[in-house]
């Protein structure tokens, strides 16, 4: 067994009392809230991604397709038939999954450059089925969430601090997901089947399902942080929510400057990036279009040629989800 | 219908060359490089820079292209490209999505987001051809494709440097034991990839308008062509350009021109799915 405490694990509950106790230490209603909101929300998503991205080492470039599912399904459900988003919610995780299944189906035999290829263009599907079925998702236009005052069974709220609690409830429900995944039997299965997937399948691994029940589980919580990011934002369109750059890659590239598959590493890399990205856009946007972008794209190069293996790498102890035995896993 | 045929062979060839650059990258170095559309769109802001301060005809312009992007993309993949040859694929797909991404915005810190076209007396002009109609622009890129394809062939077979990047394709090891500088070979197929899809990028520029953003509506387009002609292979690759082409413009018949890009990533996934190494290549 284990030590209980270990430093990384302090560090991890020090990170969620420290976030819990924030919003009564700031102005409830101020910017610094809404990016520190911003900053666990895509800790959140990242995290998601972890599970596909890290764990199983699928780097998929596609799932703004699952945000967007998630953002859609319970605005247009809350929009044409009163259906509140806490529903709404579930229902778009739900569709996620079944789309995340229907997509594993041509995909699941697919590694490397191959997956992230055919990830990336099922997310350009979305986004052009969202672009022209009008009728349907309000085309190019977007979606507008309709507020109407503080009504929590609508999940509207007029303080930003009860989103934020919301959010970081749900960062602490996907990490705890996904810390369980990576220390549960399902686990080393996708470990094994990351390191040497023929020898995994020779062991007795059914590859297939454990990669089916990872990415399902993935597009899952990646959809419920859309619908959570379509309350907190009241707007989205077709090309912001789908984007490549926007949002696969950024939830992505979180997770890899943080440090793939490892738990903290979500966390850092948003603590790092969305901060970042805020004050570029704050201070130099308006100078200079594209400049915040511009550097960000120079950061992801950097973090790659640098530290390929991510912030967490600087982490003084050996990484416990990483170093534990790669395979060997029988039943 | 004959006619959408016509217009999807003269649209197809543009985009063969354009992922002619995009497979040679590939099967040489073994890199998928995301950020290969945004050379096109730096292709295309050289052919426009040359019109707009030399009058230059974009046709002509695309030589200069083909140059200037060589030369970048020499340097591009001595210095940053050349790290990640032997990382995972996760680092080197990052490193490129990021290089995408700087390339992309550094163009629009620099150009601003003004889309920009150039105007040259045959662009409204076409011929009657037994009944048909064939667009001037259309005809002369396509020309200007093939020109190039053939050079590029003659380039691979007959000349030293050409062999040493097949060889490297090959087998690296064995091609730096009979004398080939590998990472000489890698800078130049690299550089040669982009200019291919950066002179693409010029050529097109009579017809499509040049933006920071253009290359974002090539990206899957060209990983299209590429994958339907199996990665890597040059020829599959002019043969997919064709194909997509025809594809794009005899679709734009029957539905909506904004779902033409939907069937490209339905036979995208499907050939990715069935068949990833492309239709003509042998099992």
């Known amino acids: ?331 | 219908m004959i006619q959408a045929l016509i217009d999807g062979i003269l649209l197809g060839g543009v985009y063969g060359v354009i992922a002619t650059g995009l497979s040679l990258v590939f099967g040489v170095l073994g890199v998928v490089n995301f950020a290969q559309a945004e050379f096109l769109m730096l292709g295309m802001y050289v052919a426009w820079f040359a019109w707009h301060y030399f009058g230059l005809d974009p046709l002509l312009g695309s030589v200069l292209s083909f140059v200037i992007v060589f030369g970048l993309g020499y340097v591009v993949q001595r210095t940053l490209i050349s790290q990640v040859l032997k990382a995972p694929p996760s680092a080197q797909v990052f490193l490129t999505v990021g290089l995408m991404m700087a390339i992309e915005n550094g163009a629009l810190m620099l150009f601003g987001s003004d889309f920009r076209s150039v105007n040259v007396p045959y662009q409204m002009a076409g011929f009657r051809v037994m009944g048909l109609f064939v667009s001037a622009p259309y005809f002369y890129a396509f020309i200007a494709a093939v020109v190039l394809s053939i050079l590029l062939w003659l380039f691979l077979e007959r000349t030293w440097t050409g062999r040493a990047i097949r060889a490297v394709a090959q087998d690296a090891m064995a091609a730096t034991l009979n004398g080939v500088d590998t990472n000489r070979t890698y800078g130049i197929a690299f550089g040669l990839g982009v200019a291919l899809t950066a002179f693409g990028g010029a050529v097109i520029l009579p017809y499509i308008t040049v933006s920071p953003t253009v290359g974002q509506q090539f990206v899957v387009l060209m990983f299209t062509v590429v994958v339907l002609g199996g990665l890597g292979s040059v020829t599959g690759a002019l043969v997919g350009g064709v194909v997509v082409g025809i594809v794009q413009s005899v679709s734009a018949l029957f539905f909506p021109i904004q779902l033409q890009n939907f069937f490209l990533f339905i036979i995208f996934i499907a050939v990715l799915a069935l068949r990833p190494q492309g239709l003509i290549k042998g099992a």
Request: charged share 10%.
């Open chain 1, 1 to 331: 067994m284990r030590n209980l405490l270990t430093p990384g694990r302090i560090a991890i509950v020090l990170f969620f009392v420290v976030a819990a106790l924030l919003p009564f230490f700031v102005d409830a209603r101020g910017h610094l809230l809404r990016v520190a909101a911003m900053v666990l929300l895509f800790a959140a998503v990242a995290q998601s991604w972890n599970i596909v991205g890290g764990l199983a080492n699928q780097i998929s470039l596609g799932h703004a397709a699952f945000f967007g599912i998630g953002a859609y399904t319970s605005t247009l459900l809350y929009l044409n038939l009163g259906i509140t988003p806490w529903l709404g919610m579930f229902a778009g995780g739900v569709l996620a999954m079944v789309a995340a299944a229907l997509l594993s189906l041509p995909t699941f035999r697919l590694k490397g450059h191959y997956f992230a290829l055919a990830t990336l263009a099922f997310a350009e599907v979305m986004r052009v089925i969202a672009n022209s079925w009008a009728g349907l998702t309000g085309g190019p236009v977007g979606l507008t969430v309709p507020f109407a005052g503080s009504q929590p069974w609508l999940f509207a709220f007029r303080s930003v601090a009860s989103y934020y609690w919301i959010i970081l409830a749900l960062l602490l429900a996907i990490c705890l997901v996904f810390h369980l995944m990576a220390t549960g039997a399902i686990g080393y299965r996708l470990r094994a089947v990351r390191e040497n997937e023929q020898a995994a399948e020779v062991a007795g691994v059914d590859t297939f399902r454990v990669k089916l029940i990872a990415s399902m589980v993935s597009a899952g919580l990646t959809a419920v942080c859309g619908t959570v990011f379509a309350q907190f934002t009241f707007f989205f369109d077709p090309d912001s929510i789908f984007s490549l750059s926007g949002i696969s890659v950024r939830m992505a590239m979180i997770a890899i400057i943080g440090g793939l598959g490892t738990l903290g590493g979500p966390i850092v890399g948003a603590l790092f990036l969305i901060p970042l990205e805020e004050y570029a856009n704050a201070q130099l946007s308006s100078q200079i279009a594209g400049l915040s972008q511009f550097v960000f794209g120079v950061i992801l190069v950097a973090a790659i040629l640098i530290q390929p293996r991510g912030l967490m790498a600087f982490w003084p102890k050996r990484n416990a989800t990483s170093t534990t035995q790669p395979s060997g896993d029988k039943e």
